[in-house]
């Protein structure tokens, strides 16, 4: 165990109990640790330590955010890869409407509702008030690829409607439009995987990223009846397993 040091000398105040503190509390900036134990609060010479310890221990949080939004690429990933499996069968009877509709309701659910969202009203949002412009470059075509998305969804639900109704033709229209959206995704979460998070990563401001990671994982559980784990992670393992090739 490490040897408890005097961090604060102005008021005698320990090591030990600064990070007691930041971890009961899930303390994330400075200013929450001065009011809490009145360190740094005196000639300040202590701040720097106080940083130190705040981002040593904070330090697994601040990587969260970004690994929840990529571990959710990966499912979709999964789900795209399912979905082009059951849509390229050659015998059109061999394919089961019910999975391509639980498949739809999964992207419009996980892949937009829980994943995009959290890309568009919290990283994005950050990213855009530490420096990146929402009108140009990566932001605005991230945004663009989600609602492009979102179109080809539209008109693959349009079609299920009129198959279900007896109208064979409009297959095309639900085959089509869900691979065109496969394709489009696949080159969106790579662009995020490889570009725009590391970027996030680099301008976004620790404490503001470990409060992202917190109100992500809080978000998931909270989701109704649990169904971000129960049901959608559910599905990809279901469906993984039946469309194993
Ligand atoms: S050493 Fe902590 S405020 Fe002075
Ligand atoms: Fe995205
Ligand atoms: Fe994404």
Redesign the pocket.
């Known amino acids: 165990m490490d040897e408890d040091i005097e961090i604060c000398k102005c008021l005698g105040i320990m090591k030990s109990e600064i990070v007691k503190t930041i971890k009961d509390k899930g303390l994330q900036t400075l200013e929450k640790v001065q009011d809490e134990t009145n360190a740094g609060t005196v000639c300040g010479s202590c701040i720097p330590d106080i940083e130190d310890i705040l981002k040593e221990i904070n330090k697994k949080n601040i990587m969260k955010a970004i690994e929840i939004l990529v571990k959710e690429h990966e499912s979709i990933l999964k789900i795209i890869e399912i979905t082009t499996t059951i849509l390229k069968k050659k015998d059109k009877a061999e394919i089961n409407i019910v999975h391509v509709e639980m498949i739809i309701d999964f992207i419009k659910n996980f892949a937009d509702k829980y994943?995009?969202l959290k890309?568009e009203d919290r990283l994005f949002i950050e990213m855009e008030k530490h420096g990146m412009s929402r009108e140009g470059g990566p932001i605005a075509v991230?945004l663009f690829?989600?609602n492009e998305g979102r179109n080809y969804i539209k008109q693959a639900v349009e079609g299920i409607e009129k198959f279900k109704q007896g109208d064979d033709a409009s297959f095309d229209q639900i085959k089509e439009n869900l691979l065109a959206y496969c394709t489009l995704l696949t080159n969106?979460?790579a662009k995020?995987n490889n570009i725009l998070y590391p970027m996030s990563e680099r301008i976004i401001p620790a404490n503001v990223l470990s409060a992202m990671s917190d109100d992500f994982e809080k978000s998931n559980a909270k989701t109704p009846n649990n169904e971000y784990y129960d049901k959608y992670l559910k599905l990809v393992e279901d469906f993984s397993e039946i469309y194993r090739n």
């Open positions: 994943h995009h890309e991230m690829e989600h969106h979460i995020e």
